[in-house]
């Protein structure tokens, strides 16, 4: 199993960009699937973005398509959410998480039922 940190949140003017990370220890990151998702105040928990194990396939929810992009550098143990041309429903608190079955995709990389382990969460704000 992996322990996921991530960072990178904050405050941000509609329009703007920020670029989250998820650190993860362990030695089988490679083997994990990784989402993002976050949550609003009040709302349930939603999928933001995913990675294969080799970043080979990565998936979006709608509302960030074409925005949002996902990497991963395996190397270095981290996946990233870079977050371009943010808007006021943004705003939520960011968590990723790792799917073990999920290394070369699969088909429910949007629940969150597929991952078993996930990090604190990053605060994300977007106001002027």
């Known amino acids: 199993q992996v322990q996921l940190v991530e960072s990178g949140g904050g405050l941000v003017q509609p329009g703007g960009s920020l670029r989250l990370s998820c650190a993860a220890s362990?030695?089988?990151?490679?083997?994990?699937?990784m989402g993002w998702f976050r949550q609003a105040s009040g709302k349930e928990r939603e999928f933001v973005a995913f990675?294969?194990?080799?970043?080979?396939?990565?998936y979006y929810a709608d509302s960030v398509k074409g925005r949002f992009t996902i990497s991963r550098d395996n190397a270095k143990n981290t996946v990233h959410l870079q977050m371009n041309s943010l808007k006021p429903e943004d705003t939520a608190v960011y968590h990723c998480?790792?799917?073990?079955?999920?290394?070369?995709?699969?088909?429910?990389?949007?629940?969150?039922?597929?991952?078993?382990?996930w990090g604190q969460g990053t605060q994300v704000t977007v106001s002027s």
């Open positions: 998480a790792a799917a073990p079955n999920y290394s070369s995709g699969g088909t429910y990389y949007y629940r969150t039922s597929s991952y078993d382990c």
């Open positions: 362990g030695r089988t990151f490679s083997r994990y699937g």
């Open positions: 990675i294969s194990g080799s970043g080979g396939y990565t």
